[in-house]
């Protein structure tokens, strides 16, 4: 229990100490997958080039194509995710203002 606290801790400090780096408009094809738990879902797009968690409020766009290939323009932000102590927890992109170009075929 005492391990399971002290994760979730680390987590939400990663969460709350990241600086923004980018944002740039950008196309991304790839799979639309919802990932994380039962309490904290989301939607990312899982493409060759890595992967992109969709905003909040874009995710009514997406929800219905899961499991889909899909190609979107949007706002790509590069967040640098960092722990409590300072070191760098890897980077995170996510996509806003998201216009769907195309849905493929499976």
């Known amino acids: 229990m005492v391990l399971l ?3 979730i801790t680390t987590l939400l400090s990663a969460w709350g100490n990241r600086d923004q780096e980018a944002a740039n408009v950008v196309q991304v094809t790839g799979v ?3 990932v994380g ?3 904290f879902p989301e939607l990312v797009i899982t493409g060759s080039e890595g992967e992109w968690h969709i905003t909040s409020d874009e995710e009514k766009k ?3 194509l ?3 290939t899909i190609t979107v323009e949007g706002i790509e932000t590069v967040t640098e995710m960092r722990f409590a102590n300072g070191l760098s927890a890897g ?3 996510g996509l806003k203002n998201i216009k769907i170009i195309a849905v493929h075929e499976n």
């Open 5 to 7: 606290m002290l994760c």
């Open 32 to 34: 639309v997958r919802l």
């Open 37 to 39: 738990t039962g309490l």
């Open 62 to 64: 997406l929800h219905d």
């Open 66 to 68: 899961q499991h889909r």
């Open 91 to 93: 980077v995170r992109r």
